[in-house]
């Protein structure tokens, strides 16, 4: 509706206003709400204090629409600028800086206590244990805000109180234009009091939200009816118009001037103020009321363009930063669907993942409906995560502490056999052990060289021992091979007597000397063994003496060498069993051919057969024999 269209729809419905009707709402056209007509300046609720509840549940750190800097600051420079601004009582001028201090550092808290976490879920704790304990500062920092927050309720409930006080006020300025549109007074007193209501009316404060549009409609309403009926003369109505349209034209200068303006956010809240300075002046020149409309509404529009093209590319810069961080988290859940299953693949992993993590807090935020979203789903893929990570190394954790367990039992042993004299044994079961350590898997990092260095220590001490026992007897092995060559000279040099008893007991003796000179050196040793056997021979040769005579003597020199065995015992048992089974089997088998030599006829064919299976028992009933001298020596022993 055009200004002309507004005043005839007046003129029509004039003459039916009766005096108590000022509660007709009329929409004025220049004064379209355009910004926040119901805006007042109010300290509100969003700036209290919420340190206590922080916590990451949330990964919000939308933007503070104020024009003071303080992203560099620390926690304590951010306290000791919190305490010099609330010095200053006035909360409408400081709100905005107190707003950019609280942010920050609320902003620097959530940081700390993402790392503080983060290295608590790092070093094995679960995440519902966490408590974050707050720090002096942060202490300090409440304290100080508070005293904010106490000076803004003084402040609200001061205001709210005036507000009422004022709506009463500019209610009474409604009723007085009403009766000054109705009086009978001279033209001079009556434009003087109406000059004088407006200057009163502009003076008067913040009324109640809810009352400012029907506040402003009567008001306007009244204002131009005032002009209609009282019929000003056109030189004060015109002289009038030309001051409101100054002021006019220099808000439209001021607006325009806003488009140089840095800040956004300045900007703005200064065109939110000249919007409600324009709504306190008065009407223009007709023919210039459309014209300056425009060229404010123009700056206006101008200015909100700006605001949202700014706003825009806030709203570009969170998809961007949406976007990146939906791509980190499908990074991690790819990294959860890969098999982790060794100590070095969970590091690596650890490593991909926290690099992640400093990338995801390095990236702003998103939208706030889409904020909270991805917040979760990058907390819940950190979780299971971290909650998988901890349930391998719990497992392993066990399986290194089973894996130390056995690896004491093997240093009790290594350390049980450190002591032995029986070399041969004793190497061969350390290692044994050697061999069982290297299989056994990791054990705890605390324990690991300390275990480690008692196994070889105990090893270390059997084969340092071995090695000295072995270092002393080279010199006695050296002794043994001469005093053994020396025998074998005596044995040769021997010349055999007619006295056939005399000669046994002698080479019984060469056999007991031999078998009691002990060790010679291992490459000497077969070689020796040979040559004393060949020379042994030869003198029972000599003798003429048959071939179980001779055996029956050598097993003798073989028994009496297992004296000095340690374990002759258990050699002595095993032997006789051995002999026993063979001189058992031998008599069943002679046995069986005695039997099968009955089943033959007196047939030549017969006769070779029988000759042929008394050959057999013959040769087993002498091995009887011998075996049974055998036999005889060992239960001598």
Same mark, same amino acid.
């Given at each position: 509706?055009?200004?002309?269209?507004? @005043?005839?729809?007046?003129?029509? #419905?004039?003459?039916?206003?009766?005096?108590?009707?000022?509660?007709?709402?009329?929409?004025?056209?220049?004064?379209?709400?355009?910004?926040?007509?119901?805006? !007042?300046?109010?300290?509100?609720?969003? #700036?209290?204090?919420?340190?206590?509840?922080?916590?990451?549940?949330?990964?919000?750190?939308?933007?503070?629409?104020?024009?003071?800097?303080?992203?560099?600051?620390?926690? $304590?420079?951010?306290?000791?600028?919190?305490?010099?601004?609330?010095?200053?009582?006035? !909360?409408? *001028?400081?709100?905005?800086?107190?707003?950019?201090?609280?942010?920050?550092?609320?902003?620097?808290?959530?940081?700390?206590?993402?790392?503080?976490?983060?290295?608590?879920?790092?070093?094995?704790?679960?995440?519902?244990?966490?408590?974050?304990?707050?720090?002096?500062?942060? =202490?300090?920092?409440?304290?100080?805000?508070?005293?904010?927050?106490?000076?803004?309720?003084? %402040?609200?409930?001061?205001?709210?109180?005036?507000?009422?006080?004022?709506?009463?006020?500019? &209610?009474?300025?409604?009723?007085?234009?009403?009766?000054?549109?109705?009086?009978? /007074?001279?033209?001079?007193?009556?434009?003087?009091?109406?000059?004088?209501?407006?200057?009163?009316?502009?003076?008067?404060?913040?009324?109640?939200?809810?009352?400012?549009? @029907?506040?402003?409609?009567?008001?306007?309403?009244?204002?131009?009816?005032?002009?209609?009926?009282?019929?000003?003369?056109?030189?004060?109505?015109?002289?009038?118009?030309?001051?409101?349209?100054?002021?006019?034209?220099?808000?439209?200068?001021?607006?325009?001037?806003?488009?140089?303006?840095?800040?956004?956010?300045?900007?703005?809240?200064? $065109?939110?103020?000249?919007?409600?300075?324009?709504?306190?002046?008065?009407?223009?020149?007709?023919?210039?009321?459309?014209?300056?409309?425009?060229?404010?509404?123009?700056?206006?529009?101008?200015?909100?363009?700006?605001?949202?093209?700014?706003?825009?590319?806030?709203?570009?810069?969170?998809?961007?930063?949406?976007?990146?961080?939906?791509?980190?988290?499908?990074?991690?859940?790819?990294?959860?669907?890969?098999?982790?299953?060794?100590?070095?693949?969970?590091?690596?992993?650890?490593?991909?993942?926290?690099?992640?993590?400093?990338?995801?807090?390095?990236?702003?935020?998103?939208?706030?409906? $889409?904020?909270?979203?991805?917040?979760?789903?990058?907390?819940?893929?950190?979780?299971?995560?971290?909650?998988?990570?901890?349930?391998?190394?719990?497992?392993?954790?066990?399986?290194?502490?089973?894996? %130390?367990?056995?690896?004491?039992?093997?240093?009790?042993?290594?350390?049980?056999?450190? /002591?032995?004299?029986?070399?041969?044994?004793?190497?061969?079961? =350390?290692?044994? &052990?050697?061999?069982?350590?290297?299989?056994?898997?990791?054990?705890?990092? +605390?324990?690991?060289?300390?275990?480690?260095?008692?196994?070889?220590?105990?090893?270390?001490?059997?084969?340092?021992?071995?090695?000295?026992?072995?270092?002393?007897?080279?010199?006695?092995?050296?002794?043994?091979?001469?005093?053994? +060559?020396?025998?074998?000279? +005596?044995?040769?040099?021997?010349?055999?007597?007619?006295? +056939?008893?005399?000669?046994?007991?002698?080479?019984?003796?060469?056999?007991?000397?031999?078998?009691?000179?002990?060790?010679?050196?291992?490459?000497?040793?077969?070689?020796?063994?040979?040559?004393?056997?060949?020379? =042994?021979?030869?003198?029972?040769?000599?003798?003429?003496?048959?071939?179980?005579?001779?055996?029956?003597?050598?097993?003798?020199?073989?028994?009496?060498? $297992?004296?000095?065995?340690?374990?002759?015992?258990?050699?002595?048992?095993?032997?006789?069993?051995?002999?026993?089974?063979?001189?058992? *089997?031998?008599?069943?088998?002679?046995?069986?051919?005695?039997?099968?030599?009955?089943?033959?006829?007196?047939?030549?064919?017969?006769?070779?057969?029988?000759?042929? %299976?008394?050959?057999?028992?013959?040769?087993?009933?002498?091995?009887?024999?011998?075996?049974?001298?055998?036999?005889?020596?060992?239960?001598?022993?």
């Amino acid at each position: 509706m055009n200004i002309n269209e507004r @005043n005839e729809i007046v003129k029509l #419905i004039e003459p039916n206003i009766l005096p108590n009707t000022v509660e007709l709402e009329v929409k004025v056209t220049e004064d379209v709400k355009l910004i926040g007509e119901n805006e !007042v300046l109010e300290i509100s609720e969003d #700036i209290d204090m919420s340190l206590e509840n922080l916590d990451m549940v949330s990964d919000d750190n939308e933007e503070v629409e104020t024009e003071y800097d303080f992203s560099t600051l620390n926690k $304590l420079e951010l306290v000791e600028i919190l305490e010099e601004t609330v010095q200053d009582t006035d !909360v409408v *001028k400081i709100k905005d800086k107190v707003a950019s201090i609280k942010f920050n550092f609320l902003r620097i808290c959530k940081e700390e206590r993402e790392r503080e976490m983060e290295q608590f879920i790092l070093d094995g704790g679960d995440k519902e244990n966490y408590e974050h304990v707050e720090d002096p500062l942060e =202490i300090r920092f409440k304290t100080v805000f508070n005293i904010f927050r106490e000076n803004k309720n003084k %402040y609200n409930e001061a205001l709210e109180e005036q507000k009422l006080i004022n709506l009463q006020q500019k &209610l009474a300025i409604l009723e007085e234009l009403k009766q000054l549109i109705n009086s009978e /007074e001279t033209l001079k007193k009556t434009y003087d009091e109406f000059r004088a209501l407006q200057e009163k009316w502009k003076e008067i404060g913040q009324v109640p939200a809810t009352e400012i549009t @029907n506040l402003w409609n009567n008001y306007h309403f009244l204002v131009e009816k005032f002009y209609d009926k009282v019929k000003i003369n056109r030189e004060l109505r015109d002289l009038d118009l030309k001051k409101n349209l100054e002021a006019k034209i220099e808000l439209c200068e001021k607006t325009e001037e806003l488009l140089l303006e840095k800040s956004v956010i300045k900007a703005f809240k200064l $065109l939110q103020k000249y919007h409600d300075e324009w709504k306190e002046i008065g009407p223009v020149p007709q023919e210039k009321k459309d014209e300056i409309w425009e060229r404010f509404k123009t700056a206006t529009d101008k200015i909100n363009q700006i605001r949202r093209e700014h706003y825009s590319k806030i709203q570009d810069e969170q998809q961007a930063n949406y976007d990146a961080k939906v791509a980190i988290c499908e990074k991690i859940e790819e990294l959860m669907s890969e098999n982790i299953n060794s100590i070095n693949a969970w590091q690596k992993k650890s490593v991909e993942v926290n690099e992640l993590f400093k990338l995801w807090k390095s990236i702003g935020p998103a939208q706030k409906k $889409l904020n909270d979203e991805i917040w979760n789903r990058f907390k819940s893929s950190m979780d299971t995560f971290f909650s998988s990570k901890k349930e391998f190394f719990s497992k392993l954790k066990e399986q290194q502490i089973d894996n %130390y367990n056995r690896k004491l039992q093997l240093c009790i042993e290594a350390e049980t056999l450190a /002591e032995s004299k029986e070399w041969k044994k004793a190497t061969d079961a =350390i290692k044994k &052990l050697q061999e069982e350590w290297k299989k056994i898997g990791p054990v705890p990092k +605390r324990h690991s060289d300390k275990i480690w260095k008692r196994f070889r220590s105990a090893c270390d001490t059997f084969f340092t021992s071995k090695s000295e026992h072995f270092s002393g007897v080279k010199g006695v092995e050296e002794e043994n091979l001469r005093l053994k +060559r020396e025998l074998l000279e +005596r044995i040769k040099a021997y010349e055999i007597t007619p006295n +056939r008893a005399e000669n046994m007991e002698v080479i019984k003796g060469f056999q007991r000397e031999w078998m009691a000179i002990g060790y010679v050196p291992m490459k000497y040793k077969d070689s020796l063994q040979d040559e004393y056997r060949k020379s =042994i021979d030869a003198l029972f040769d000599k003798m003429k003496m048959t071939q179980n005579e001779i055996s029956t003597a050598e097993y003798r020199s073989k028994v009496e060498g $297992l004296k000095d065995d340690p374990d002759s015992r258990d050699k002595v048992r095993r032997e006789r069993n051995i002999l026993t089974n063979k001189i058992t *089997k031998l008599r069943e088998e002679i046995i069986v051919l005695e039997n099968n030599i009955g089943f033959f006829s007196n047939s030549k064919q017969s006769e070779i057969m029988r000759a042929e %299976y008394e050959k057999k028992i013959n040769r087993a009933k002498n091995e009887v024999k011998v075996l049974e001298a055998k036999l005889k020596i060992l239960n001598e022993q």
